[in-house]
């Protein structure tokens, strides 16, 4: 069974742009998570999806940064515009959804963003 | 606020070694206490997990010790090999369903 992938692993791009990562969760999770590290950070929760509907988006840093996931399948995280400080790699989680108890998350690969 | 703290940020052992990797948390309401493995240019991966209704869990060369009182907890690994050099994210979770992680530890084990 395939894990979660993330496209595309690597970015670089100038101050001001567009960027747009996307998420392909395990197929019947539910749930999906993007978290971010910064360089030499704790990898920090920015936004949960169950399904379409956005959980929980508390962790989104500023309104630059817009997720969706279209139809409750993949996702996308797009930064418009882009900042120096918004550099580091982003990681997207799914899991199953059982409501009061934890199930495993599983991570992709992450994508690395450069932000020149 | 990091609610998260992890120690060491860094450890160098040699194989065989134990090293020990401590977290701290400060929220009581966190019920389910992960660690997480990652290779360079792999995402995280679940090692080991603790429920704070126990002090103990092993698997394998993996052990954590839960102090529920302290509110820490720690991983050991037994016996370690050059193959368990990698970066350790302790984490904590709870009726919130999102992670609280540590900022990681890059372990070295050397041959």
């Known amino acids: 069974e395939a894990g979660v992938t993330q496209f595309p692993s690597h970015s670089v791009i100038e101050k001001g742009q567009t960027v747009t990562l996307r998420c392909d969760p395990i197929s019947g999770h539910d749930n999906l998570y993007w978290y971010r590290r910064v360089m030499g950070k704790e990898i920090k929760f920015l936004l949960h999806f169950v399904k379409e509907s956005k959980q929980d988006e508390s962790g989104m840093p500023n309104n630059r940064f817009l997720a969706e996931r279209t139809g409750g399948t993949y996702s996308t995280l797009k930064v418009q515009p882009a900042e120096l400080e918004d550099s580091g790699v982003y990681f997207c989680?799914?899991?199953?959804?059982?409501?009061?108890?934890?199930?495993?998350?599983?991570f992709g690969p992450g994508t690395r963003l450069t932000v020149l | 606020q990091q609610q998260v703290k992890q120690s060491p940020q860094s450890l160098i052992v040699q194989k065989g070694g134990i090293p020990i990797i401590n977290c701290a948390y400060e929220n009581t309401a966190f019920d389910y206490f992960p660690w997480y493995q990652q290779f360079p240019g792999k995402g995280p991966a679940l090692l080991i997990a603790i429920r704070p209704d126990v002090s103990e869990k092993k698997e394998g060369r993996f052990t954590i010790s839960f102090n529920k009182s302290a509110k820490q907890f720690s991983l050991h690994i037994m016996d370690s090999q050059p193959g368990d050099s990698a970066t350790y994210f302790c984490?904590?979770?709870?009726?919130?369903?999102?992670?609280?992680f540590g900022k990681g530890t890059l372990l070295t084990v050397n041959p």
């Open positions: 989680a799914s899991s199953l959804l059982d409501r009061g108890r934890y199930n495993e998350q599983f």
């Open positions: 984490a904590v979770w709870g009726s919130n369903y999102k992670l609280t």
